[in-house]
């Protein structure tokens, strides 16, 4: 657990000694009272339990509604408001190649008039990285809650363009397997590469419209001038979701070549062997009509007859050899 209280005239950040979760929201409040206004408060919690979370809420006045949000993972990214305090959820994410796996977390940021707190579920911490980039440009901070919102929204979108970039460096290596000269049977890794862009598109597709809501309109709390950087994490957003419908129906187009191709393959095998079974029924057609073992069969006598039949039998073999050679068949 870490808390910070921002100044946002200068942004300057003062920490806030915090061990207990009941602890840490009275410690904030207290602070932001004592300093009066222009400062805002930030309490990051990481995996809490729902008594950690419950008694944290509870000292911030917020919504019993938002521990069950706060605590249970697995949400799908949505905004909500609870009277005077935002909540959003966020899915992390990001594509191990090694595995051609698409891993998640999760992150819920609450915004209240003065306090922002945010709860990480994952490996994946946006929060952090955000704290980095508000040191880094303290002039944000002048936005409130705002910029702490932003901050996380701008980490996890530009996660989702990186891991999207991934995902089509292996699509593309993939689609140059289908269409290789090799026999590799792909559609199990196909399959498995679709099913993680889907757990990808369900990360990204419910953002948009919550996005594009805080770039249409400002929280009674926010700043107007905060909006151009909204409207800019909704056009990342956008362009990101765009990508993954795109790789959605490319691994679709792939999936259909693949198995043309492998039906492809099949016929010629079966091409193959329909061509040597005609080369192997003429010879066995003879030899079985002299296998019959009747009293007078043409050419017995004769001292060439069985070289003869012999020779009929390989050249109507290799006629028929050379016929399906000349149409592909072999």
């Not at 191990?96 to 306090?115: A, C, Q």
């Not at 955000?130 to 901070?141: C, E, F, G, N």
């Not at 999936?255 to 079966?270: K, S």
Request: glycine residues 6%; charged residues 30%; aromatic residues 8%.
């Amino acid at each position: 657990m870490e808390c910070v209280i921002y100044r946002e005239e200068d942004g300057t950040a003062r920490r806030v000694d915090c061990e207990r979760p009941a602890e840490a929201g009275r410690t904030v409040l207290k602070r932001l009272r004592e300093l009066g206004g222009g400062e805002f408060g930030w309490v990051r919690l990481d995996s809490p339990s729902e008594r950690e979370v419950a008694e944290l809420t509870a000292e911030l006045g917020m919504h019993p509604l938002a521990v069950e949000d706060a605590v249970h993972a697995r949400q799908l990214p949505k905004g909500e408001r609870y009277d005077d305090v935002l909540a959003v959820a966020l899915r992390t994410l990001w594509y191990v190649e090694e595995e051609s796996e698409v891993e998640t977390g999760e992150v819920m940021v609450f915004l209240g008039p003065r306090f922002v707190m945010t709860v990480r579920h994952g490996p994946a911490d946006p929060a952090a990285e955000a704290a980095r980039r508000l040191a880094a440009d303290p002039v944000m901070l002048s936005f409130g809650p705002a910029a702490v919102l932003h901050a996380v929204l701008d980490v996890v979108v530009d996660a989702y363009s990186d891991a999207a970039s991934k995902v089509r460096t292996d699509l593309v290596r993939l689609e140059r397997r289908v269409f290789s000269s090799t026999r590799d049977d792909l559609t199990e890794e196909i399959y498995s590469l679709k099913r993680e862009v889907l757990e990808f598109r369900d990360a990204v597709r419910p953002l948009v419209p919550v996005v594009r809501e805080f770039a249409a309109g400002p929280w009674p709390q926010w700043p107007q001038e905060a909006l151009p950087y909204f409207r800019d994490v909704a056009d990342h957003l956008h362009r990101t979701d765009t990508e993954i419908r795109s790789l959605d129906e490319l691994l679709n187009s792939a999936l259909d070549a693949h198995l043309a191709r492998v039906g492809t393959w099949q016929n010629d095998d079966m091409r193959r062997i329909s061509a040597w079974a005609a080369m192997l029924a003429i010879p066995t057609m003879v030899a079985g009509l002299y296998g019959m073992n009747f009293e007078h069969m043409p050419e017995l006598g004769w001292e060439f007859g069985y070289p003869l039949v012999m020779g009929a039998m390989a050249a109507s073999a290799g006629l028929l050899y050379r016929a399906f050679r000349r149409n592909g068949w072999l």
